[in-house]
């Protein structure tokens, strides 16, 4: 049973090359990433990059008693092993998990493993900056950052909780900025509803937890409403509540196995300059493949404690690696999977939230066209995927004889199956995500602000009336484990 970072990586232990480890000293300061972009980082990274194992960093300098994992889902078959299903069935296994939610549990203080070790604001000496080894990705980052922190908080109002991700740069001993994504996040609108009667927003950053857990966390509207809890699809996920454990300086809850928890508030009408160390006018890698640009005022998180367990492993990612796709892209393909079935059941086989997307741009659409009257739904079933997800840009629709993982058999659809005059749908002007440098008025004038953007159909599946045109080769079926197939030895 995986319940924790811990576990999760144990089970890696059993596969064949998904977890390796170094010993060698390296520095959190744009070290640790650079290592990993030739060791498994993936997804748009700048090439070379490649898909390969996560890696534990267990001599990282100046946090001799600490170590940082990086890459844990970095891989879609890895992803498979940790939630125990094939890999091209993952965004079923979501979406089954988001229909049968288990709400989170409480466990007492002195059950829970994330406060072994504690560390007060208020006591001399206390710097977050020398109890995180937390990574710089890139030498002209804004800073250190959290990248893999679930961020949980409650509604003023109502008090239910929720959990996302956010990036979090450390900027002084006991301070900490937090980007939100305009719009689109739970945890903003807690913390404008608490802003607006002058009250600080009290929250917790569990790093280092169950993957069902950082996965569950990145579903989006409307799939995951305002008050839905994301803590429930993990409980989903696991069979199993995740237990949550109150806090030992705010009034709030944190993930009670987590490897580290920083413990804060929200400040209200507080706000400081995301690159105030560097002035670098860079923030960090984004999943697009872009180092974002600095915001001018963000949030300040207001750090009262820091708690661990004992020897803990802090958890990063890389923004553009695979590990992003997995942890976005899983959610839309559950998200999508759960719209089109409940519109027009049966005919969306499968979704790909597609790697060159970085999982939020592109999605493939596997298309069954049984009848006649099916042409056409392949182009509703794009406009539904579109609403599931409203960062999605770019939708290519391919037929059931297509394998939406394999994207040489993609293209080779678009090749052959696909004529740019008759085929593209564009729907202009539509707001999307302001990460995609190409999404602003100074790329495009018809754009009218940052974040809008043309949204793309492409229609490579074969028109019904021309399905007998168009039959790949057929060749015979056999069961190659019924040959011994060796190798010559150099």
Known sequence: MIDDLRSAIEELKKHEKQIAYTNTPVDSHAEIS???????????????????????CNNVKGFEDKSVLIGLLSSRKRVGYLLDCKPEELGF???????????????????????????????????IRKILPAPQNTEEDAGPYITMGMCYASDPDTKEGDVTIHRLCLQSKDEMTMFFTPGVRHLDAFRKKAEETGKNLPISISIGVDPAIEIASCFEPPTTPLGFNELS????????????????????YSIANAEFVVEGELVAGKRIQEDINT??????????????????????????????????????????????????????????????????????KNVYAHSSGGGKYMAVLQINKSMPSDEGRQRQAALIAFSAFSELKHVILVDDDVDIFDTNDVLWAMNTRFQGDQDVITIPGVRCHPLDPSQG????????????????????????????????????????????IEYFKS
Do not use: W
Not at 99 to 107: A, D, E, G, K, Q
Not at 108 to 116: F, R, T
Not at 233 to 241: D, E, M, V
Not at 460 to 475: A, I, W
């Open 233 to 252: 699809i993990a409980g989903g996920l696991r069979k199993t509540p995740v237990e949550l454990v109150k806090c030992k300086s705010v009034e709030e």
């Open 34 to 56: 650079g290592l990993y972009r030739y060791i498994g980082a993936g997804g748009t990274v700048m090439r070379p990059t490649k898909e390969g194992p996560a890696l534990i």
């Open 441 to 484: 008025p100074e790329y495009n004038s018809a754009l009218t602000d940052r974040g809008m953007t043309c949204k793309t159909i492409f229609d490579c599946t074969v028109p019904y009336h021309l399905k007998d045109r168009f039959q790949r080769s057929k060749f015979k079926e056999l069961n190659p484990d019924n040959y011994k």
């Open 279 to 348: 002035k670098t006018g860079k923030a960090m890698p984004e999943f697009p493949g872009y180092t974002g640009g600095s915001a001018g005022e963000l949030p300040v998180i207001k750090v009262k404690a820091v708690t661990h367990r004992k020897k803990p492993i802090i958890q990063t990612c890389i923004g553009p690696s695979e590990e992003h796709v997995s942890m976005a892209g899983i959610p839309t393909e559950a998200s999508i999977l759960m719209m089109t079935e409940k519109a027009m059941p049966g005919r969306v």
């Open 93 to 127: 296994k979501l979406k089954d998990a988001a229909l049968n939610p288990i709400m989170p549990t409480v466990i007492p203080q002195s059950d829970a493993k994330c406060q072994e070790e504690v560390y007060y604001a208020n006591e001399e000496g206390f710097d």
